[in-house]
């Protein structure tokens, strides 16, 4: 049966926003917003089945209303800019979806949805409406329903004629009355002072309408009541007029136009690639095949299982694509599958188990002067060591000249940069093994022609690649820092950093322990014993039971999130002790259950996996596991440092850290004398913010200005606006934009490099790092103000982020360098943030001491010092 749904964009999308942490991809676009509304969306097709769908949005601030009322609407706060700037992506995801949007000025939302739903109610089209604004209930009728979220954006109330009459004993067009009687403050609708739902209802369910309630005033019961109503008469057929939606909206298309089908289910994927909505990949299903078999079969490969003259020959080649193929994506457990070779014409395939014994084959991998093209390097390197396989000559990464050329793209799978570089298509590995439980194996021939076309598309994405880093002026950085540090992130990953073990696990009980007395405390303090880690029995306890505020919902009653329990904190111990409570438990499963889960059985190590090409700045990150973001404010979170250790008997750990890198980065490339000066006369630059920000002395900096000044100077350097910085201090809004104000007007050079870096990024299209590191930003000359004023934020802390993360990889390669020309014992073992983690023997810990500090505060010349701190113990919780 046909059904039209009507979707009410704005409600949903800010719903969403709020219902949701603060989300954002790799790319530093915040998405909670888009990602909810998508879930309600997903949800809606798969349950609702519409054969009409549109989605209505707010054109303007402006509508016909303001006619009558030039306050309507008028005591909303600003609309936070992070989630104005994630309305163009919903509307890029419903046109991902097929799915038609529409907005008109001069006209709400609910008018464009109440037009369409009387519409399809004459065209006999049965319409469901889906929103968050109780308003929309008057549209109700027998052949129009309607959807009210109630918490988030998933749970909902169905809606119909009888429906209303049980929520409010009115008639679906009596909301109007009751609105005009009582009011909205969310729209700025006056109603009549003093008069809540609980009045209103009751004289409507006597009089039935306002016209009605205005005739009989005399009869009101109450003389405060027959006053107010009198006085206020003329003010509640307004109200009453600016809360019916208009259905009468000139639409520029009609119910034919927003027909629905099916969407194109590899344009959503790919979007939602991109976003990193990982959920909805999966909620997607299994992802149909890309590539044409008969294409597949097009290509043909010679499969080697023994000594084979031809294959020597190709080997002799100047150049060829070398594949490893690996069983799965984390390559430190991964078997390997087979080794392919191409030269573009020749294609060649080996069975790992041939591969191995093939002398010829390992002596070609061994040698640096046969220069060889791969796909994810670093992945073969470390696979192929762990096998006993030395592998050298290297020269090109198609996976880091595509995240060169494009950080911000959300995947640079092998397939994604053939469908992006080349005509054709080339099948993921996801598409031809399949997933999870249903990953197959391809007999040998498929598996054969599979891995010659990813050896074929290197071979033709090589030159096309260099030709791009060329014209980019990015062909240094990438041969002589990122395909170097390609190498060096190999080695740290083989090597791994030693773990005591049985301290973990000791740790682990003393953890316990504490948990144990926090959960009794706990109990003492709420008068019962209950499951801490339920939202539902904890709200329970905190907001019924001890009466604390409730600052915000969910779907599924009181929040108890950490941020509120943070606001919460000062207004009753138990909060702390269950925020302490979380922390330990957290500490427990993540990070002493995590990490002994990662524990080599063979090494005793850990072999973590540093990500060259996610971050759009050009920072490293880690995983399986991630050892960047063991928590360090808490002291039994610095404890599990206590874990890592040196490999070798009377070793000791070597912690060398860059001192506040992108404020001294911000101070060279903004040329600010004030913020040089701090640096130069080695300061510290929070307790010197805090002086020129208030204008007091040294002295006179409290704890709370340097606090207050700290989350600037750090704010500054990510772009943050007002309404971030008002969440991060828990201040209001006009505070954090003063505070914000006062920095700049103290630091006028960081303004002026602030608007220079825009206006050049507005003729560039991109910016770039101090080593050319670039990074578009298509948006930057966007009439839409919210996507413009994203991509300036990013125009002002890309180059600074950029810049600290060169240096510190430029510093790895240098110290990689030294060592090895040393013909030293020491190792780089981690790299976390601005901090590079080392294993010494006692021998060598002066030299190394002088030569790291040496090295990586010499890396790069700025107008400032960069400075490092370096600290060496039995443990890195003692080099800290």
């Known amino acids: 049966m046909d059904k039209l749904v009507l979707i009410d964009g704005n409600s949903i999308a800010f719903r969403a926003f709020f219902a949701l942490p603060l989300l954002s991809n790799s790319a530093g676009v915040y998405t909670n ?70 907005e008109l000025e001069g006209f709400e939302a609910d008018d464009i949805i109440g037009t369409l739903a009387r519409q399809a109610e004459r065209s006999g089209l049965d319409t469901l409406i889906v929103t968050g604004d109780k308003d ?48 909205d403050p969310s729209d700025n609708i006056p109603g009549i002072p003093g008069v809540g739902e609980k009045t209103a209802l009751k004289l409507l369910h006597q009089f039935g309408s306002v016209e009605e309630v205005l005739e009989h005033v005399d009869e009101l019961p109450g003389k405060k009541l027959r006053e107010r109503v009198a006085e206020h008469r003329e003010q509640a057929r307004l109200s009453k007029k600016l809360a019916t939606i208009h259905c009468n909206v000139p639409l520029t298309f009609d119910l034919e136009d927003i027909k629905f089908v099916q969407y194109d289910r590899q344009r959503v994927l790919e979007l939602f690639k991109r976003l990193a909505f990982q959920s909805l990949i999966d909620r997607l299903g299994e992802a149909e095949e890309t ?58 395939y080996l069975p790992w188990e041939t ?30 060591r762990r096998h006993g396989v030395q592998v050298t000559g290297f020269s090109f990464d198609i996976l880091l000249a595509s995240y060169l050329l494009n950080p911000s793209e959300s995947t640079h799978e092998l397939s994604d940069v053939v469908r992006r570089k080349l005509d054709g298509s080339l099948p993921d590995d996801e598409s031809f093994y399949g997933k999870g439980q249903k990953r197959r194996q391809p007999d040998e021939d498929e598996l054969a022609r599979h891995l010659a076309r990813k ?40 090597v791994g950093v030693k773990v005591d073990r049985e301290r973990l696990e000791k740790l682990g009980e003393e953890l316990k322990k504490q948990l144990d007395v926090l959960t009794q405390e706990i109990y003492d303090l709420a008068g019962t014993e209950f499951n801490i880690n339920s ?68 090494t005793g190590k850990i072999h973590t996996r540093f990500n060259q090409t996610i971050t759009a700045t050009g920072r490293l990150s880690s995983t399986e596991p991630n050892l960047q973001n063991i928590p360090i404010r808490l002291e039994e979170g610095r404890r599990i440092r206590q874990v890592f250790v040196p490999s070798e008997p009377d070793w000791l ?64 350097v990510y772009g943050i606006s007002d309404y971030g910085l008002s969440q991060n201090l828990n201040i209001s809004r006009k505070e954090a934009a003063e505070f914000i104000e006062r920095y700049f007007a103290s630091y006028p050079g960081v303004k002026a490099y602030m608007e220079r870096v825009v206006e050049q990024a507005k003729q560039d299209g991109y910016v770039t790092t101090m080593l050319n590191r670039r990074r578009y930003l298509p948006d930057i000359r966007s009439r839409n103000y919210n996507l413009r004023s994203f991509a300036e934020r990013t125009a002002m802390n890309t180059p600074i982020q950029g810049t600290a993360a060169d240096i510190i990889k430029s510093a790895m390669v240098r110290m990689d360098e030294v060592l090895k020309e040393k013909g030293a014992q020491s190792r780089m073992l981690l790299q976390v943030h601005d901090e590079l983690i080392f294993e010494v023997p006692a021998s060598e810990l002066d030299w190394m001491k002088k030569t790291v500090r040496e090295v990586m505060e010499g890396t790069m010349a700025l107008s400032v010092p960069l400075k490092v701190d370096v600290h060496h113990g039995p443990t890195w919780y003692q080099a800290k």
């Open 535 to 602: 939202p539902k029995q904890l709200g329970e306890i905190l907001f019924d039971k001890l009466g604390l505020p409730v600052l915000k919902k969910t779907k599924t009653g009181y929040s108890t999130s950490a941020d509120v329990l943070e606001k919460l904190a000062p207004q009753h111990e138990i909060v702390e002790k269950i925020l302490h409570f979380r922390q330990v438990g957290k500490l427990i499963s993540t990070y002493v259950e995590g990490l002994l889960k990662e524990i080599d059985p063979e």
């Open 33 to 102: 917003a888009v990602y909810g509304f998508t879930m309600m969306l997903m949800k809606v097709l798969e349950e609702e089945a519409p054969s009409h769908i549109l989605v209505a949005f707010d054109a303007g601030k402006t509508t016909f209303r303001h006619d009558d009322y030039q306050e309507y609407k008028g005591k909303r706060e600003k609309t936070p800019g992070e989630f104005s700037q994630q309305i163009p992506l919903i509307k890029e995801v419903l046109d991902a979806f097929g799915i038609r949007h529409f």
């Open 355 to 384: 591969a191995r014994q093939h002398d010829v084959l390992l002596s070609w991998l061994a040698d640096s002067s046969k220069e060889k093209i791969g796909y994810d390097v670093k992945a073969a390197t470390v696979a192929l």
């Open 455 to 494: 050896t074929a598309a290197m071979v033709r994405l090589h030159p096309l690649l260099v030709e791009e880093l060329d014209d980019a002026r990015m062909m240094s950085l990438f041969s002589e820092l990122e395909m170097p540090l390609s190498r060096v992130l190999a080695d740290m990953e083989c």
């Open 136 to 183: 929309l209930l008057q549209l109700v009728t027998d052949k129009v329903h309607l959807l009210l979220t109630r918490k988030g954006v998933t749970e909902t109330e169905r809606y119909d004629v009888d429906a209303v009459k049980e929520r409010y004993g009115l008639k679906p067009e009596q909301i109007i009355d009751l609105k005009g009687l009582m009011g």
């Open 653 to 716: 750990i070597l912690s060398a850290d860059y001192s506040q890198i992108e404020l001294r980065v911000l101070a060279h490339l903004s040329g600010d004398e004030n913020l040089k000066e701090a640096f130069v006369r080695d300061m510290d630059i929070h307790t010197k913010t805090a002086m020129d920000v208030f204008g007091v002395s040294e002295e006179e900096v409290t704890p709370l200005m340097r606090r207050h000044a700290k989350a600037v100077n750090f704010g500054i």
């Open 291 to 348: 590539a044409d078999r008969d294409d597949a079969q097009e290509i043909e490969v010679q499969i080697v299982h023994e000594s084979d003259a031809q294959l020597d020959e190709l080997l002799t080649q100047e150049r060829l694509a070398c594949h490893v193929e690996l069983s799965e994506t984390n390559y430190h457990r991964a078997d390997i599958i087979g080794v392919a070779l191409s030269d573009g014409e020749r294609h060649v």
